[in-house]
């Protein structure tokens, strides 16, 4: 059983930097597609970032050339590294992950689409604030 913990959330001004990492446990990264979620109150979880195993990435639009995923296979562990923060990323984040298939593997733009229907394993969440 996969297991996800995140850290390195925080309050920052706008234009300044933060990076979040989620650790895991109980299985290898390795073999799943991973992606970084935000949600704020009254408002439905969005995909921020995601990668899968061949390496390919998916953004929303309001990140791109602002936020970069990585993956550190040998440390287990994924990171978001946010830069040019606005006040409008302010969420709690959440990393994730969907297991490949046998023989096969889940693609990062469907992950941050939310139209893979697999079982997801879900971090706590960090909380995010950006201040004008």
């Known amino acids: 059983q996969l297991r996800l913990v995140e850290s390195g959330g925080g309050s920052v001004r706008a234009g300044g930097s933060l990076r979040l990492s989620c650790a895991a446990s109980?299985?290898?990264?390795?073999?799943?597609?991973v992606g970084w979620f935000r949600q704020t109150p009254g408002n439905e979880r969005e995909g921020v970032a995601t990668l899968d195993s061949d390496g390919d990435t998916a953004y929303v639009d309001s990140v791109k050339g602002r936020f970069t995923i990585s993956k550190d296979n040998a440390m287990n562990t994924l990171s978001l590294q946010m830069n040019s923060l606005e006040v409008e990323d302010t969420a709690i984040y959440f990393c994730a992950a969907i297991r490949d298939p046998p023989g096969g593997l889940w693609y990062a733009s469907p992950f941050l689409q939310g139209t893979i229907h697999a079982k997801t394993y879900w971090g706590q969440g960090t909380q995010v604030t950006v201040s004008s």
């Open positions: 109980g299985d290898r990264l390795a073999t799943y597609v």
